[in-house]
């Protein structure tokens, strides 16, 4: 069944660019809404998976997106597409079960990328994958597919790691994070332990694990790196 998307971009250029993208490389149903008032009659008419938000300085704030979302109460999933260098989603960007949020200017793979992460916590379908460079990874079913249909297992931690390096939008994960995300404070591992499911990790998915492509180091953690 297609997701149901509803989308609202200020930008009407950029607005209907994504939404042509978007039913390009998905098997998605897409709304695109001309207004905040459009947008409330698809919603309020309609059940939708996930709503789209495009944040614009001049008309559009995330103030005024909140009083509107309460005002209208709305209560779906909603992705916020925010401008660069905007203050005003400091405070939610914890709020990571019901706004999630992608900064402008982004690569369309990642955005692509980013809807598929939320619809997967929605879903949790064994089918639900997220594309890692020239690979195909799906979380549930503890596997990554090749191009030529191998299919290469993976452990738990190996999962819990790749779900992590992929939910931040190809920035950069510290030991620590990835050691609370994916260890929950284990007293008994270590940086160490870590290093070690990276290098098994690097060993599985990468051509050359000596000069690894898609999980890189940086800065003292990790980020995966989409080419």
Same mark, same amino acid.
């Given at each position: 069944?297609?997701?149901?998307?509803?989308?609202?971009?200020?930008?009407?250029?950029? !607005?209907?660019?994504?939404?042509? /993208?978007?039913?390009?490389?998905?098997?998605?149903?897409?709304?695109? &809404?001309?207004?905040?008032?459009?947008?409330? /009659?698809? $919603?309020?008419?309609?059940?939708?998976?996930?709503?789209?938000?495009?944040?614009?300085?001049?008309?559009?704030?995330?103030?005024?997106?909140?009083?509107?979302?309460?005002? $209208?109460?709305?209560?779906?999933?909603?992705?916020?597409?925010?401008?660069?260098?905007?203050?005003?989603?400091?405070?939610?960007?914890?709020?990571?079960?019901?706004?999630?949020?992608?900064?402008?200017?982004?690569?369309?793979?990642?955005?692509?990328?980013?809807?598929?992460?939320?619809? &997967?916590?929605?879903?949790?379908?064994?089918?639900?994958?997220?594309?890692?460079?020239?690979?195909?990874?799906?979380?549930?079913?503890?596997?990554?597919?090749?191009?030529?249909?191998?299919?290469?297992?993976? +452990?738990?931690?190996?999962?819990?790691?790749?779900?992590?390096?992929?939910?931040?939008?190809?920035? +950069?994960?510290?030991?620590?994070?990835?050691?609370? /995300?994916?260890?929950?404070?284990?007293? !008994?591992?270590? %940086?160490? %332990?870590?290093?070690?499911?990276?290098?098994?990790?690097?060993?599985?998915?990468?051509?050359?694990?000596?000069?690894?492509?898609?999980?890189?180091?940086?800065?003292?953690?990790?980020?995966?790196?989409?080419?």
């Amino acid at each position: 069944m297609k997701k149901k998307i509803l989308l609202f971009e200020p930008n009407q250029i950029l !607005g209907i660019t994504l939404m042509e /993208q978007l039913l390009i490389n998905k098997d998605y149903d897409i709304t695109l &809404a001309n207004s905040l008032c459009d947008f409330r /009659q698809h $919603a309020e008419k309609s059940i939708f998976d996930l709503l789209i938000l495009g944040e614009h300085e001049e008309s559009h704030s995330i103030s005024s997106f909140l009083g509107f979302i309460k005002e $209208a109460h709305i209560t779906n999933k909603i992705l916020f597409m925010k401008d660069h260098g905007s203050e005003e989603f400091s405070f939610i960007e914890d709020s990571t079960d019901k706004y999630h949020i992608i900064e402008k200017p982004f690569k369309f793979y990642r955005f692509l990328r980013k809807i598929d992460f939320v619809l &997967a916590k929605l879903s949790g379908s064994n089918n639900v994958s997220h594309v890692i460079g020239p690979l195909v990874f799906f979380p549930k079913k503890k596997v990554i597919k090749l191009s030529d249909h191998t299919q290469i297992e993976l +452990t738990e931690k190996e999962v819990g790691i790749l779900k992590c390096l992929l939910s931040t939008d190809e920035e +950069t994960v510290d030991r620590g994070t990835l050691l609370k /995300q994916v260890w929950n404070y284990d007293p !008994g591992v270590t %940086t160490h %332990t870590l290093d070690t499911h990276i290098y098994r990790l690097r060993q599985k998915i990468e051509k050359d694990s000596s000069n690894p492509r898609l999980i890189i180091s940086e800065g003292g953690g990790f980020k995966i790196n989409q080419f």
